[in-house]
């Protein structure tokens, strides 16, 4: 049985400068350097980001970028708040895409390797009710 997400591996170029991305922008706590051994394909670092376990390995950047990727909740009251600190990065930041009223606000952009991560404030449920109609629920 399928107990929840074990971990996210992101593949980067430059292990500091992914440290750097996660600690400013998601307060992520570093939690493991590999430094020069690698028990995996290459050296690593593990981080902590609200419990969730975040593994970045040294390897080549994504070749181009897609609309792939991981979002993190937030809430509309911090949207303004990590605007700020994921602009302070001067990282390539796309607008969030036409929605509909009421399923919430979101903040698209990639990091140094072409990532791309959003920062969403709405709820699945929000989104459903706003898709399927206030009368109407979710379904299993």
Known sequence: ???????????????????KFLVSIFD????????E??????KEKF???????????????????TYNHVAFKITEEDYEL???????LDLDVKEGRSRVEGEGRSLYFYDYDNHLFELHT????QRLQRYLGNNETYKK
């Open 1 to 19: 049985m399928i107990e929840g997400i074990s971990h996210i591996t992101f593949i980067v170029k430059n292990l500091e400068n992914m440290t």
């Open 28 to 35: 992520a706590e570093e939690i493991y350097y590999s430094g």
């Open 37 to 42: 051994q690698a028990f995996s394909i290459s």
């Open 47 to 65: 981080f902590l980001i609200n419990g969730l376990w975040i593994a970045i390995m040294e390897g080549d950047s994504l070749p181009e970028k």
């Open 82 to 88: 990590y605007t700020a600190k994921v602009r302070s």
């Open 122 to 125: 709405g709820t699945l449920n």
